[in-house]
T-cell receptor, first 111, second 114 residues
Framework: DQQVKQNSPSLSVQEGRISILNCDYT??????FLWYKKYPAEGPTFLIS?????DKNEDGRFTVFLNKSAKHLSLHIVPSQPGDSAVYFC??????????FGDGTTLTVKP | ETGVTQSPTHLIKTRGQQVTLRCSSQ?????VSWYQQALGQGPQFIFQ???????GRGNFPPRFSGLQFPNYSSELNVNALELDDSALYLC?????????????FGPGTRLTVL
């Protein structure tokens, strides 16, 4: 029973274009959603988060959208840069407790 | 400000042995969580410690145990190692009261069980 799903294992985009990474969840108790980025041989790095009381959060080139009725969130990266190439994990938590992670999407940004 | 560190980086053990992995939290963080990441999967929550007490546990058997020390560093112990325990073990520190629980991860310990 995977409560957080990232259905696209990989995504390839051209430098300068938009990258859209998607995530679905099943547990309606989740009240906080996070995105992490992971480079090889490093631990995940926190990128951006959103509370369930909001539907959008923006930080520079990164925007996260939350659609609670659809139990879906997405991460938009505009414009995409080659340095954004990494594995992106979606995670969700209840009351700042344990985080439940998806299996990740590998983003490749081509120069 | 020092980040989260883990030791050792890599470890090879044989089935049935015991292993101890170590983690030093980021300065000022009072909470540490341990995750197991198998190849091609996301991190799976093992347990969390807050001020030296276990504060939540995932679906892992009792042979996975932990400790948190007064300086908030932590250990993960795994007894009776099985082949399926081969994975990357990640430690993450955080401030429990900090909003939605952003965590700061260490680079992980790669455990191979033969």
């Amino acid at each position: 029973d995977q409560q957080v799903k990232q259905n696209s294992p990989s995504l390839s985009v051209q430098e300068g274009r938009i990258s859209i990474l998607n995530c679905d969840y099943t547990n309606s108790m989740f009240d906080y959603f996070l995105w992490y980025k992971k480079y090889p041989a490093e631990g995940p790095t926190f990128l951006i988060s959103i509370s369930s009381i909001k539907d959008k959060n923006e930080d520079g080139r990164f925007t996260v959208f939350l659609n609670k009725s659809a139990k879906h969130l997405s991460l938009h990266i505009v414009p995409s840069q080659p340095g954004d190439s990494a594995v992106y994990f979606c995670a969700a938590s209840v009351n700042a407790g344990k985080s439940t992670f998806g299996d990740g999407t590998t983003l490749t940004v081509k120069p | 400000e020092t980040g989260v560190t883990q030791s050792p980086t890599h470890l090879i053990k044989t089935r049935g042995q015991q292993v101890t992995l170590r983690c030093s939290s980021q300065s000022g963080h009072n909470t540490v969580s341990w995750y197991q990441q198998a190849l091609g999967q996301g991190p799976q929550f093992i347990f969390q410690y807050y001020r030296e007490e276990e504060n939540g546990r995932g679906n892992f058997p009792p042979r996975f145990s932990g400790l948190q020390f007064p300086n908030y560093s932590s250990e993960l112990n795994v007894n009776a190692l099985e082949l399926d325990d081969s994975a990357l073990y990640l430690c993450a520190s955080s401030l429990l009261a900090s909003g939605g629980g952003e965590q700061f991860f260490g680079p992980g310990t790669r455990l191979t069980v033969l």
